[in-house]
């Protein structure tokens, strides 16, 4: 190589270093909002990629949406999280190649003046698309405007992009206006810069990796055991609780002998060898949906819920303050509207709290309250009709199954509304606030129904779709409810709903609050069986035959199921 060749080789393209430059920096901004997430944020303030997945998960078609959520749900979470944190690693990449492309124009003056302008317009444009984008499409309002959140929002964005130009101006190569340096001594700082960039990008998208894995991650549960045993003795107390004679929900006992019994032999059975839903749901089992990708962990001794709004006497009370007050329990039956037919998206438990009527009587609350609004810490909002606010059996809760909610189910206190679907049943509530007007709240926006009343739902536990059974006595069973109208009758097809026959119903333990159990026994001769299960709820109505998917009231149809018996 000649003397010429080692001092006329051309610099590298500032566009295409700039780029990667742009890349390590964002990891370095990721990572650090992050970790602030993740160590001392305030419970319920997003980072910057939450803020994003909020605004993808709203961009995103609601049809796919709901698919996702009921088919794969905290693995469809998972996939997005992913997917916006490498998304953002892009940006910074792209937003790095145009500060390279500004800082090599030569317009900007020499190099480290050049690199630090273009790295500042970079980072303007940055801190604009999060706070003139993202922020609106993640209904946080144009600058967070419309977020309770909005001076940590704007915070976060100044500094992630302020951190990003920073980085770059670090980070990006010298200009192509620099004097070349011989060959041998540019290689080698190439190489050096290059190898310490390299494990640099490593470690950060390690550490990124780390901190989205361990955000995703819900807080660890106690003792499984202790709390499937502890839902069984809430069962076995309802049990005894309940008065004597036989309602209505109770009436089709199909034999003599299950009446004799009770009408749960063949319940205790099923529940025993497995094959059947518990009555009570455990906490550890009890199905969890939220649109956050790290819910918020709330500090119960600085929690406090405010009543304001149309109100006479707003208030403020504490955790200790609510504890302090007299508690009712409610066993009551909990259902996300993206539940499908034959869906796990359902449980049953013992809601401890205060109906929520005492608490807006006390605040004195306008009689011409529309809507009642409850804030939660992670910003997600909800409204229920006045009357629904005011029903007794509507509860401000603290517990559940016995013991102080789960940070996941919304402690320090969540509502619990037994008409109406679970997306109504607001978690980490921290503001309630009586309106004047329909208040559409977080996925009203997107489409949901606003009403979100109960369909008539039901699932086949038994046998499984597309098992192969022996011939002789088989067994059909599974699980009804419709919100607050109980259940009171279940009728089972064998042969695609030419003929139907009724299936013995387990009295419910709490009527009418709590799905019911049922159970079919028939002699299962060699042949196809193509079930179908319709159930009737305590109005009289019958579940609509019609196959309608969650969007937008909920999952509509008759549940089915193909067997064979060889």
């Known amino acids: 190589m000649t003397a010429r060749d080692m001092t006329s080789r051309p610099a ?37 990629p939450d803020t994003v997945v909020a605004a993808a998960s709203r961009l995103t078609p609601l049809a796919l949406f709901g698919w996702a959520t009921e088919n794969f749900n905290s693995a469809a979470k998972d996939t997005l999280w992913a997917i916006v944190l490498i998304g953002i690693v892009l940006v910074g990449y792209w937003a790095g190649q145009g500060a390279g492309a500004l800082a090599g124009s030569g317009t900007l003056g020499q190099a480290t003046r050049a ?41 976060q964005a ?29 290689g080698e700082q190439v190489s050096r810069r290059a190898a310490l960039g390299t494990a640099a990008g490593a470690a950060l998208a390690a550490g990124t990796a780390f901190l989205g894995w361990r955000l995703t991650r819900s807080p660890g549960r106690g003792n499984i055991a202790a709390e499937q045993q502890a839902a069984a003795d809430i069962a076995a107390r309802a049990r005894l609780g309940r008065p004597t004679g036989e309602s209505h929900f109770a009436a089709r006992a199909a034999t003599p002998e299950a009446a004799a019994a009770g009408g749960e032999t063949i319940f205790q059975k099923l529940e025993a060898e497995g094959e059947l839903t518990p009555v009570i749901t455990s906490v550890a089992d009890f199905y969890h949906v939220s649109k956050n990708i790290s819910d918020p962990v709330v500090d119960g001794s600085s929690w406090q819920l405010t009543i304001d709004g149309l109100v006479g006497k707003p208030l403020t009370l504490t955790y200790d303050d609510l504890m302090a007050r007299k508690s009712v329990r409610n066993i009551t039956t909990l259902s996300c509207i993206s539940n499908e037919l034959n869906g796990d998206l359902a449980g049953t438990a013992e809601w401890s709290g205060i109906p929520l009527r005492e608490l807006l009587e006390e605040a004195r609350i306008d009689p011409s309250t529309v809507d009642v609004v409850f804030h939660a810490a992670d910003g997600y909002d909800d409204s229920i009709p006045f009357a629904t606010a005011m029903d007794p059996n509507t509860l401000l809760v603290t517990g559940m199954n016995g013991q102080p909610l789960p940070p996941d189910h919304g402690f320090p206190a969540r509502i619990i509304v037994p008409p109406i679907y679970g997306m109504k049943n607001v978690k980490w509530v921290q503001k309630i606030e009586p309106v004047n007007q329909n208040y559409m709240g977080y996925w009203q926006t997107r489409g949901w129904s606003d009403i979100a009343l109960y369909q ?18 088989a067994v059909i069973a599974g699980v009804a409810a419709a919100g607050n109208r109980g259940i009171l009758r279940v009728e089972i097809s064998l042969d695609e709903g030419q003929s139907w026959a009724d299936a013995e119903l387990e009295p419910s333990i709490n009527p009418n609050f709590t799905w019911v159990r049922w159970a079919y026994s028939f002699d299962a001769t060699p042949g196809v069986y193509k079930m179908l299960m319709r159930a009737t709820d305590g109005q009289g109505n019958v579940a609509p035959s019609e196959d309608n998917p969650p969007l937008p009231n909920g999952a509509t149809g008759w549940p089915a199921r193909t067997i064979r018996v060889a």
């Open 12 to 48: 590298p393209s500032l566009g295409r270093a700039g780029g990667r430059a742009g890349a390590l920096a964002a990891l370095l901004a990721l990572f650090l909002d992050l970790l602030w997430r993740a160590t001392i944020a305030p419970a319920g303030v997003a980072s910057i």
């Open 158 to 186: 100044i500094l992630f992009a302020g951190g990003w130009a920073i980085a770059w101006s670090a980070f990006a190569p010298a200009s192509a206006v620099a004097a070349p340096a011989p060959a041998l001594v540019a």
């Open 456 to 473: 008539i739902w039901g699932r086949i536990d038994i046998p499984a779709s597309g098992e192969q059974l022996s011939p002789g006595p």
């Open 115 to 155: 690199r630090a302008i273009a790295a500042a317009i970079m980072g303007g444009v940055l801190f604009l698309f999060m706070t003139v984008v993202v922020f609106p499409l993640a209904r946080e309002g144009l600058f967070g405007a419309g977020s309770a959140y909005q001076a940590p929002l704007l915070l």
